[in-house]
């Protein structure tokens, strides 16, 4: 078994496509999960909260990056199948 991608599959395409969907979804919940902890940060201290922000801060900018990755994956997939 090859560990090259077939850029031509329709099992690639799809892989890609539910990726993105996961990745998107992940990328909501990260946002609605901030802007539900800055709405109300419960009791923590602050420094405490600021550690929060600058891990969720991070993981945000993550995910970002992976639907990114995403997009350009789907473009060559795309360039490769025409």
Do not use: F, W, Y
């Given at each position: 078994m090859s560990?090259?991608?077939?850029?031509?599959?329709a099992e690639t395409h799809a892989?890609?496509?539910l990726a993105?969907?996961?990745?998107?979804r992940l990328l909501?919940?990260?946002?609605a999960e901030q802007?539900?902890?800055?709405a109300?940060?419960?009791k923590l201290s602050p420094e405490q909260l600021?550690?929060?922000?600058?891990a969720m801060e991070r993981a945000i900018a993550a995910a970002r990056r992976m639907l990114a990755n995403l997009d350009?994956?789907?473009r060559i997939a795309s360039l490769e199948t025409n």
């Open positions: 560990d090259e991608l077939d850029l031509n599959s892989t890609l496509k993105r969907e996961k990745g998107e909501a919940g990260l946002l802007a539900s902890i800055e109300n940060p419960g600021e550690q929060g922000r600058h350009d994956a789907q």
